[in-house]
C-alpha cells in the first residue's frame, strides 16, 4: 500500500505543467497511432507539452487520472468494452480517433454478417485448413455480435476525422488543447481518405 | 520440433500463470503458463485474441477495392497489404507483365515502408531496451527516455522513419492507406522535383542506417553468448527470393530451408502457395498455425521475416548490405542462423539494404514515364505475395464474372510465425522460469522474445510497443495465490 502511493505521488511528480495524455488502440489497425507519429520532429515539442501515461509505447499498464483519452478502433469485443469504460472514468476529455473509433469503420463490415458466420469463413471454409473448426477456449475473450463505434458505449467529447486523422489534425487539437484554444479544424483537415 | 510444453496432461491439476496484457498484440494477446509440481512449467502458450472477420466481410465488394481496402488491416505495414492485394488484382485484371514504371513505382513504395517499418521497430521500440538495458526504470524505458538521453539517435530514428513514410506519399499519395498502386498498375509516377526531394536526404539516410547497425552490433557482442542462445530455436526458414537467389522484397519465388542448411523448396511460384503450405486451427488461438505441407504440421512449422530472408538468399544486390550480410551469415558456420535475437541483426542490414536500393532506384528514368497500366481480359482469380516488413504476406482471392469478390484467404506475416513465437516462449520458460518462484526476470525475459519477431498482430490483431505486464498465479480450485504487477515506476510488486 505504501508502495503504492509513492507510485502515484512519483507518477504526478513534474507533470504539472505537462498534459497528461493516454491512448489506446481498441478494434483498429495501428494506422491512427502511425498518424500521430507521423508529426516527425515535432515529437520533440511534444514531449515538452504533454507526458504519455498508458499508451502502447510506454509501460504503463493501468491508466491513472489524464487529462486526454485518445481511442482508436471500434468496439468489437469484452477487453474493448472493460478498456474504453475504464478511460472514459479516467480522462477529463475522451477522443474518438479516426473513422474506426467514429463509425466502427472498416471492421465494421462484419456487421452485415452474422459472427458465426465470420467466424466459419476463417477457420472453417477457408482455403489450406487444417484441423478447421473455430477455436473456443476460455483464454480467449468473447467477440461482441456487431462492432460499435465508441460513442454508444461511453460519451465522447471530441471525434477525429480521417483513415486515419493526418498528422496535421493531431498537431492541431493537441496544440490547441495545450494552449486552452478552442479545438478547431480548417475544412482541410475534415476528410476520410 | 514442437515442444512438449504445448500441451500439458491433467492440466486442472496445475497452476495457471497468465502474463496479461501484451500490449504488442494490442492489449488482447497473452501467454498462459501452467506449472506442475515442483514448480515445473508443464504448458506455455502465447494466445491471440484479436478476430476482425476480413476474409468474410470483402465478399460481395468489387475487386478493384481491394488494394485500399484491405490495406486497413495493417497500419504499421499497409503499403505490404495495398501491393499483395494490387498484385492479387494485376491477375485478375489479366495485366500479364506490368510496365516498368508501374513496377518501380510500386518497388519504390515497398521499399520506403520496410525503411519505416524497420526504422519504427528499432529506434522507437527496442532501442529503449538495448540503450539503457531490460531492466531500466519503466517511466523511463521508452521514447521519450531516449530523446532525452541519446537525443542524436532519437532524432536519426525519427528522421529515418519520416523518410520511409515520404518515399511512401510520394509514390501513393498518402502516409497511411494511400491509393497508389491500382489493378494493372499504379495512378501515377513521380516527377523530377519529387525525385530531387528525396534524393536530397538519401546519402544521410544510408549513414544512419549504417550507424543503427554498428550500434546493435556493439550491444550483441557485448554479451554475446548470452543474446545467442537467449530464447534460440531450431526451425525452417521460407521466404522469397529472385530468380538468381538474389535477396527480394518485392516479387520472386519461394524458398524454404531446413535446420540443416537443406533446401526443402525453391523458386516455387507463389501462385500455387496452396500445394506447400496449410494452416491448423488450435482451440486457444484466433490466429492460424501455418506449415509446410510435405513436413506435416510437427515438423513442418517455419519461421519468416528478417531473419529467414537473410539466411536464405544466396546473396544481396546492394554492396554495404551485402558485406553486413556475409559477417552475419559466418556467425552461422554455414548452417542458418538461429538465434532469436539476431532477428534485430538482420532486420537492420535489411534496413540498409533499403535506403541503398532506394538510392539506386530513384536514378531510374523509369520512374517519371507515363506508361502506367496495362489491362487485359477479367479472371477468375488471383494471388498477390510480398515479403512485407516481418515475412511472407498472402492474399488470394476469387471473383465471380461480374468482378465481385466470392472467396478469399490471407496469410497474414506474423501468423508464419506463429509456432515460432510459441516455441521460443516455451525455451524462455525453460531456460529461465522452470523450478522458480515467480520473478521479474521472467516478465522481462517473455516480452524480450516475443518482441524480437516484431510482431505486427495489426494484421491478425494490431499494437506495438512495450508490454506492461501482470501475472496471476492462480491454483486449481481458481484461488489466487501469487500476483505481480509491473507498475508505472517499473518496480514490478507482489500485490498479494
Ligand atoms: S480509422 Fe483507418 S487508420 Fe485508424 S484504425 Fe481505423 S482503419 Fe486504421
Not at chain 1, 462484419?110 to 482455403?127: P, S, T, V, W
Not at chain 2, 500445394?275 to 509446410?292: A, C, G, H, L, T
Not at chain 2, 539466411?311 to 538465434?339: H, I, K, W
Request: hydrophobic share 40%; aromatic share 8%.
Amino acid at each position: 500500500m505504501v508502495a503504492q502511493m509513492s507510485n502515484i505521488q512519483q507518477r504526478n511528480q513534474g507533470r504539472k505543467d505537462k498534459l497528461i495524455v493516454a491512448t489506446a488502440p481498441l478494434c483498429g489497425c495501428f494506422g491512427c497511432h502511425m498518424s500521430l507519429l507521423d508529426i516527425d520532429e515535432r515529437i520533440f515539442e511534444l514531449v515538452e507539452l504533454v507526458e504519455f501515461d498508458r499508451t502502447p509505447v510506454t509501460d504503463i499498464k493501468t491508466i491513472g487520472k489524464c487529462d486526454i483519452g485518445l481511442i482508436e478502433g471500434g468496439v468489437a469485443n469484452a477487453h474493448n468494452v472493460h478498456d474504453l469504460r475504464e478511460f472514459r472514468a479516467n480522462c477529463d476529455t475522451l477522443v474518438a480517433v479516426g473513422s474506426c473509433a467514429v463509425t466502427g469503420g472498416i471492421p465494421a463490415m462484419r456487421n452485415q454478417f452474422d459472427l458465426k458466420e465470420c467466424l466459419e469463413e476463417a477457420y472453417i471454409h477457408g482455403i489450406g485448413v487444417e484441423n478447421p473448426h473455430v477455436p473456443n477456449d476460455v483464454e480467449i475473450p468473447l467477440l461482441l455480435d456487431k462492432v460499435h463505434p465508441i460513442h454508444e458505449v461511453v460519451r465522447v467529447d471530441y471525434f477525429l476525422p480521417g483513415c486515419p486523422p493526418s498528422a496535421d489534425t493531431f498537431w492541431q487539437f493537441l496544440t490547441d488543447v495545450a494552449a486552452g484554444n478552442e479545438v478547431s479544424f480548417p475544412y482541410s483537415l475534415i476528410h476520410y481518405d | 520440433m514442437t515442444s512438449p510444453l504445448e500441451t500439458a496432461e491433467r492440466p486442472q491439476d496445475m497452476k495457471r500463470i497468465v502474463i496479461e496484457p501484451l500490449t504488442r498484440v494490442e492489449g488482447h494477446g497473452k501467454v498462459t503458463l501452467l506449472q506442475g509440481k515442483n514448480r515445473n512449467i508443464r504448458q506455455a502458450r502465447l494466445h491471440i485474441t484479436e478476430f476482425r472477420g476480413f476474409e468474410k466481410f470483402i465478399q460481395g465488394r468489387p475487386y478493384w477495392e481491394l488494394p485500399v481496402l484491405v490495406q486497413r488491416l495493417c497500419g504499421i505495414c499497409p503499403v505490404s497489404h495495398h501491393l499483395a492485394a494490387a498484385k492479387a488484382t494485376d491477375m485478375i485484371v489479366g495485366a500479364g507483365e506490368l510496365t516498368p514504371t508501374a513496377t518501380k513505382i510500386r518497388r519504390l513504395m515497398h521499399l520506403g515502408q520496410t525503411v519505416q517499418s524497420h526504422a519504427l521497430h528499432f529506434f522507437h521500440l527496442c532501442s529503449p531496451d538495448l540503450l539503457f538495458g531490460f531492466d531500466d526504470d519503466v517511466q523511463h524505458r521508452n521514447i521519450t527516455g531516449v530523446i532525452e538521453d541519446f537525443p542524436d539517435i532519437a532524432r536519426q530514428g525519427v528522421l529515418l522513419r519520416k523518410f520511409g513514410q515520404e518515399v511512401i506519399r510520394v509514390t501513393a499519395g498518402k502516409r497511411i492507406h494511400g491509393t497508389g498502386a491500382i489493378p494493372g498498375g499504379v495512378n501515377k509516377s513521380l516527377s523530377l522535383d519529387e525525385i530531387r526531394y528525396l534524393q536530397d536526404d538519401i546519402a544521410r539516410n544510408i549513414g544512419w542506417a549504417q550507424g543503427a547497425l554498428e550500434l546493435l552490433k556493439n550491444i550483441i557482442s557485448e554479451h554475446y553468448e548470452h543474446h545467442m542462445q537467449f530464447g534460440t530455436i531450431q526451425s525452417n526458414m521460407m521466404s522469397m527470393v529472385r530468380d538468381d537467389g538474389a535477396f527480394e522484397l518485392y516479387h520472386g519465388g519461394l524458398r524454404a530451408k531446413a535446420v540443416n542448411g537443406d533446401t526443402i523448396f525453391d523458386h516455387v511460384d507463389y501462385v500455387n502457395y496452396n500445394d506447400y503450405i496449410r494452416e491448423s486451427v488450435k482451440d486457444w488461438s484466433y490466429m492460424k498455425f501455418p506449415f509446410i505441407t510435405s513436413l506435416g504440421e510437427e515438423e513442418g512449422w517455419y519461421r519468416v521475416g528478417p531473419l529467414a530472408r537473410i539466411n536464405n538468399c544466396d546473396y544481396m544486390r546492394m554492396p554495404l548490405a551485402e558485406t553486413e550480410r556475409q559477417e552475419f551469415m559466418a556467425l552461422g558456420n554455414g548452417l542458418p542462423v538461429q538465434s532469436t535475437m539476431a532477428y534485430h541483426w538482420a532486420r537492420l542490414i535489411e534496413l540498409l539494404y533499403c535506403t541503398e536500393a532506394i538510392a539506386e532506384l530513384l536514378c531510374d528514368p523509369d520512374l517519371v514515364r507515363k506508361e502506367l497500366r496495362i489491362q487485359g481480359n477479367l479472371q477468375g482469380s488471383g494471388t498477390g505475395v510480398v515479403e512485407a516488413p516481418r515475412g511472407t504476406l498472402f492474399h488470394h482471392y476469387e471473383i465471380d464474372e461480374r468482378g465481385i469478390v466470392e472467396k478469399a484467404s490471407l496469410i497474414v506475416s506474423t501468423t508464419n510465425n506463429n509456432q515460432a513465437m510459441n516455441e521460443s516462449i516455451r525455451r524462455v520458460a525453460n531456460q529461465y522460469l522452470d523450478g522458480n518462484r515467480l520473478n521479474e526476470a521472467l516478465l522481462n525475459h517473455v516480452e524480450v522474445a516475443i518482441r524480437a519477431y516484431d510482431p505486427c498482430l495489426s494484421c491478425a490483431t494490431h499494437a506495438m510497443g512495450k508490454m506492461p505486464m501482470e501475472l496471476n498465479l492462480v491454483d486449481a480450485s481458481g484461488e489466487l495465490v501469487d500476483r505481480l504487477e509491473k507498475r508505472v515506476t517499473g518496480r514490478i510488486m507482489r500485490t498479494i
